[in-house]
């Protein structure tokens, strides 16, 4: 690089040179060329600095005097003829500056500079010349002599001799030294300095630092802040120091640490000799008296500047350090100790440094240090930052952790290294855990530490919420914690397929869940070691039968374990139990230790049983181990080692055992130990530390569970030895599987404490940021976490002050309004029901109960729920219209899509603000009441349920729950009659509206609610009016919806028209006092979608409730004109809803209020319908299901039973017949004989319907003989009451025309009832019935007109029955006897013409 600078200069010479000579026209003056100028300007500067010195160096020390010191001649010998040499050489080089020797022109200075009689005004000239000499660059590391130069000025700088004067001269000359210093370092030919002269610099620094303590603040300062420059340029260079080391080792040279090159200068050697004194820095102490003692403490200011220069030089060095062995290690072991030591035992300002230092460390060397940093957090932050430390010292350890989450990856990779790990502490779950417990206020103000908590609580959510998704914004990140299916070693740290992130991804998690396990089995063992191994199996932690390794780790790493039980199965006899103490002890590494440090860390882990076996077997392991590690020669076996480790414990107890009075003594523990090594003695010294050691230190022989929060030399030296086995940091990024288990751990402490802050904070910042915090929580939530929201929505709904039970509707109306806090958790609420309604469970009961409360405040808008889909028909379903509690319902139409985004949550928060500081403009204009109204708006509540098609099915579920359990009146207090009524009409709106919104999945979601409705019903206090009454009125708009698909399901229809049934049952009144509606729907669903009714379920519902609802007076035209269209049409009437018409026509026709032309054309429907009958009959159709009504009489289904199965026709005629019998016996004598007409229509066209014998004698049993008897008592009790003769004359003619009904049917179907083995039976009951009516009395004054008929029929049914051979005298038949007895008693008048040959 120097060669190329040269060689530009050279060019610009030569061209300012040919520049020169054509400028013909100046005169010829011989110009210099820049390279000439440059070394003219150097000579001259060097004569200047001569002249300088030596004019200081005659110059006497009289102010006044004008002549030369006597001591001129001494100079003139020595020191001014090399000055004087050097001028004489200045202005009449050989050759260039850069390439002489640099010896030649600073031997002068510096012979100047390490006299001892020269002034110090001279020795600061000589230092201020070498410093313009560095600055100017004159020589560099090419030139000749140059590392001899350099190294010279090293130690002319260091041995320099001041004349003693005046303190200001001599700082004056200190802080030329601390400048040239700087400027050799900084110097490009620095690169030649050796190690040494290296170190000498920052030493002679550190001297003057020293010095400058007593003296001027100025002094103190340069030499700080030349010793902090040195560091940096030092440990800038070191990433070239390493290249340069590494060319130089593959050139065959020696390795750089070892001393490096001596021709390439300094190493990495120097670098690490400074970080070593520098650490050493930390150790410095002074001495401090106090009532006549002395006490060492260390040196804060000295610390201080330690740190500092350790940060920097961590900063500028980098990741590189990691390349330097030695470095490394010494920032491993020798740095950490003593930061994590005086990290408990520092000023504020000390510990803030410490942690800034630690946190530089992480960002370049975390690969290196995952041990030691668990350990810094464990013994110092966490120590420092809980509860009972000053607060000083507190704030600052707890912006130490703040700092650390800050850091992109940190807390990912703290999950990932520890608290995934089941050997190591969960850093990040304690971390998230202590800000919890520090931020969690218990009464206002927050105090700072607070707050500060708070925020750092804030800035792990958040960062987790920023990662909890994948790259397409979403997460399927399965179920939590994950299923440990296999035994796999929990201490292994290994992935096997390391290199797949999906595989170590669940690696680490599979890590985690047996961490999770192995706490779980420790509470089992501390309560039962049976269940708590047993456990361990059941939960694939240790195999079956059990590995001794697997029992081993789990004793030796598992924390709060019972000390008492491991002791026990430690020392037992038993063949596993030896495995595992052996497997135990190899869990221990002792290397670098003395006998008894590893004795305590051996002791420490678990108690040490009473029995003695058992402590022989325990101390014989660790004799081994420890044999086999000794870091000398000390010991000739490891018998020696167990008689050691006994006396050991014999001395512990006597020593520190208060009930021992005489005391051992070191001569006598030395003496007790003679010939136990081999026959030999141990050393005299080891003894007696041994001795020592335990007399000062008691050894814990009964430790209980938990680790001390000391960290002493024996625990670090453990730790150093732990980190040689232990796999490196695991640098890692957030990965949405992690970020979800993460909050996990700290979910429930963080929603706790975050709605402790909302609560008794009055910052609106503070409540703003918990209202942020809130949403982030509910967006890591979402992915898994369902319960955690659930807790969240509780939390922060209490303070909405909706759901105090206690407060009336003002103190309430009050609060809300004077109070910024319960409008902040409204809106926040009801923003993540929109935001994050997916992944809400139990929460919305808590929504429900604060809308519903909002609902009695009248605070909610108009319409809860807008529209989606304005009307275009004037035949619009009126579920388009306005319901009693003002929610609009939406369109039938799907809802598909989400346009809920996060920018919708700040942008309405942001609305929120902007309303709240117009708080007073507004209440002037409008009051509270239209402030009120407006936030609401901003919460958007309508979006909840319209958009509730995009619940997954558990959380529409668990709505719909809530919405029917609230209507139901669980969890509420109603003041009033009309309040119930309208909360309850107001939650099965909102019901009916997510229905709607997801009837595209109606049978996957309904038959849960109707569970829900069955179980409400049988709460102890429930009112079933008004809930039936708008659940049937909702349900029937549902219905509609799902009749009105083009695609309906059978499915959807049945669930709907059971639970419709199920409503109406609980209270039949409801029919009554929602007919109008009901029968508004219904009549709907048959002229608009009969052909979509396809289950008998539906079809029985729909024709029931038509009949029952259609009765009152304001009804029965609507529910007559829509059963008359759906019977007259008959294209929708089929075998399977038959019998339900018949009935319900058979209800509207015997009503009193329906019109006689109404009546008339039902009875005729009625009949008319026999010929679909006939048609299905000759069509050859199976019976399709059970189509008897409920209303159906007990001996129509009696006799029904009779009939087969197959022949359906003939069950739905009798059905007919019966329900026409039925109609001749109401009061109207019109309908009566319209009936008995319309059943002989329908006789008659059921002649093709191929009635059997048994078939026609059932009908006359159930029908024709039913309808005579019961015309002929009611006949008879009209002829009993007063003045009811005109009653009786009409029922009289009715029943005539039944005895001709009779008369027909039977000479219509004489020839199959003939046949039929009953028929004697079947004729007796006939003449029976003539003979009834033949003497019916109707009263003494009342001459009946069936006197009259009677002999006309029997004459017409003999007679036929004569023609057809039926009545005639046979052997072994008595049907003529019967006949002619009959009729001599009946009609004796008859009897000559109908039997003349009996005559």
Known sequence: MAKARDQNEGEEDEAAEEEGNSSSCQPKIKKLSKRKKKELGISCMLNTEVGAVIAVMRRSNDPYSQFISPNEEIYDSTLLYSLKSLRSLIFNPQREWRIVDPSIYLSPFLDVIQSDEIPAAATG????????????????????????????????????????????????????????????????????????????????????????????????????????????????????????????????????????????????????????????????????ETDGSTTPNSDEDVQLFALVLINSAIELSGDGIANHTKLLKLIQDELFYHLIYYGTRSSPLVLSMICSTVLNIYHFLRRSIRLQLEAFFTFVLFKVASWGSFPQLQEVALEGIISFCRQPTFIIEMYVNYDCDPLCRNIFEDIGRLLCKIAFPLSSPLTSLQIQAFQGLVVIVHTLADNVEDENGSSSIGPYPLAITEYKPFWLEKCDNGYDLDSWIEFVRLRKAQKKKILIAANHFNRDEKKGLEYLKIANLVPDPPEPKALAYFYRYTPGLDKIAIGDYLGDPGELHIQVLKEFTETFDFSGMILDTALRTFLETFRLPGESQKIHRILEAFSEKFYDQQSSEIFVSKDAVFILCYSLIMLNTDQHNPQVKKKMTEEEFIRNNRAINGGKDLPREYLSDLFQSIANNAITLFGQSGSSLEMDQRRWIELINKTKVMEPFILCDFECHLARDMFASIAGTSVATLAAIFEHSDEDDILHECVE???????????????????????????????????????????????????????????????????????????????????????????????????????????????????????????????????????????????????????????????????????????????????????????????????????????????????????????????????????????????????????????????????????????????????????????????????????????????????????????????????????????????????????????????????????????????????????????????????????????????????????????????????????????????????????????????????????????????????????????????????????????????????????????????????????????????????????????????????????????????????????????????????????????????????????????????????????????????????
């Open 125 to 288: 000239v000589a230092l201020s010349a070498i410093l313009k000499i560095l600055k100017l660059e004159i020589f560099d590391e090419e030139t000749p002599g140059a590392k001899e130069a350099i190294n010279s000025i090293i130690t002319g700088i260091t041995n320099c001799r001041l004349e003693m004067t005046d303190s200001t001269s001599e700082d004056a000359v200190l802080m030329r030294v601390l400048q040239v210093l700087a400027g050799i370092v900084k110097n490009r030919a620095s690169i030649l300095l050796s190690d040494h002269s290296v170190c000498t610099i920052v030493n002679t620094c550190f001297q003057i630092v020293q010095k400058s303590a007593s003296r001027g603040d100025l002094l103190q300062r340069n030499a700080r802040h030349t010793m902090h420059e040195l560091i940096q340029t030092i440990f800038a260079r070191l990433p070239e120091i390493e290249d340069r080391d590494r060319e130089s080792t593959d050139t065959g040279f020696d390795d750089a640490e070892n001393g490096g090159n001596l021709d390439s200068g300094y190493s990495a050697h120097c670098a690490v000799d400074i970080f070593q004194f520098l650490c050493s820095l930390l150790n410095v102490v002074e001495i401090t």
């Open 773 to 1399: 915090g809130m949403f982030l929580v509910a967006k890591i939530c979402q992915f898994g976490l369902e319960d955690t929201l659930d807790e969240l929505i509780a939390s922060f709904c209490k303070f909405t002050t909706l759901l105090n039970p206690y407060a009336s509707a003002e103190e309430t109306l009050y609060a809300f309004s004077n109070d910024l806090k319960p409008r902040m958790a409204t809106l926040a609420a009801f923003t993540i029901g929109n935001k994050f309604g997916k992944s809400i469970r139990g929460g919305w009961r808590t929504i429900v109960d604060c809308l519903l409360k909002l609902k009695r405040l009248k605070l909610l808008p108009q319409s809860v729920i807008e529209p989606n889909m304005a009307s275009t028909s004037s035949t619009d379903l009126p579920m388009h219209s306005k319901s009693e509690s003002g929610v609009i319902f939406p369109s039938l139409e799907h809802v598909s899509g989400n346009n809920r985004q996060s920018s919708g949550m700040i942008g309405r928060f942001s609305q929120f603000l902007s309303l709240d500081s117009s708080e007073d403009s507004l209440v002037q204009s409008g009051g509270e009441f239209e402030h009120n109204l407006k936030i609401i708006q901003q919460c958007r509540i309508s979006n909840i349920f319209n958009n509730s098609t995009n619940l997954p099915e558990e959380s529409l579920l668990n709505l719909g729950r809530s919405l029917i359990f609230a209507a139901a009146g669980k969890g509420q207090k109603f003041s009033t009659p009309v309040e119930e009524e309208e909360t309850v009409g107001f939650c099965w709106d909102l019901i009916i509206t997510i229905t709607l919104a997801n009837i595209h999945r109606f049978s996957t979601f309904w038959p849960i609610f109707h569970d829900y409705l069955l179980l409400v019903a049988q709460f102890p206090l429930f009112s079933p009016c008004p809930f039936s009454e708008k659940a049937i009125v909702g349900m029937f708009k549902v219905c509609l919806k799902l009749l009105g698909s083009y695609q309906s399901e059978k499915i959807s229809e049945e669930l709907i028209f059971k639970s419709i049934t199920l409503m109406w049952k609980l209270d039949k009144e409801i029919l009554d006092s929602c007919c109008e509606s009901i029968v508004q729907a219904l009549g709907k669903i048959l002229t608009e979608y009969p052909a979509n009714l396809q289950t008998q379920t539906g079809w029985k519902s729909v024709l029931h409730l038509l009949s029952v609802a259609g009765r009152h007076p304001e009804t029965y035209e609507q529910g007559v004109e829509a059963l008359i269209m759906l019977m007259s049409d008959g294209t929708h009437v089929s075998r399977m809803n038959y019998g339900y018409c018949i009935d319900c026509a058979f209800g509207y026709a015997a009503l009193k209020i329906i019109p006689l032309d109404k009546s008339w054309q039902l009875i005729d429907l009625m009949a008319e319908s026999t010929s679909l009958l006939v048609q299905w009959f000759k069509n050859g159709y199976s019976d399709p299901g059970n189509y008897m009504s409920n209303t159906s009489n007990s001996s129509i289904e009696d006799g029904s039973k009779q009939f087969n199965s197959s022949n359906f026709t003939t069950n739905l005629f009798v059905k007919l017949a019966d329900a026409l019998r039925k109609s001749s016996l109401v009061r109207r004598e019109e309908i009566r004989n319209r009936a008995v007409s319309a059943l002989q229509r329908s006789f008659t066209l059921a002649d093709e319907l191929g009635f059997t014998s048994s078939n026609c004698i059932n009908i006359f049993n159930l029908v024709i003989f039913a309808m005579v008897d019961d015309l002929h008592e009611k006949t008879v009790e009209y002829s009993r009451r007063e003045n009811a003769e005109r009653e009786m004359r009409s029922m009289e003619g009715t029943f005539t025309m039944a005895m001709e009904l009779l008369t027909e049917v039977f000479l219509q179907f004489l020839v199959p009832l003939s046949q039929n083995s009953g028929f004697r039976t079947f004729w007796l009951g006939v003449l029976r019935r003539m003979d009834t009516c033949m003497k019916v009395n109707l009263g003494d004054n009342n001459q009946s007109r069936l006197q009259e008929l009677v002999p006309v029929l029997l004459k017409k049914l003999i007679l036929e029955m004569k023609e057809k051979e039926i009545l005639v005298q046979k052997e072994g038949d008595d049907l003529w006897e019967i006949t002619y007895v009959q009729i001599q008693w009946t009609v004796p008048s008859l009897k000559e013409e109908l039997f003349p040959e009996e005559e």
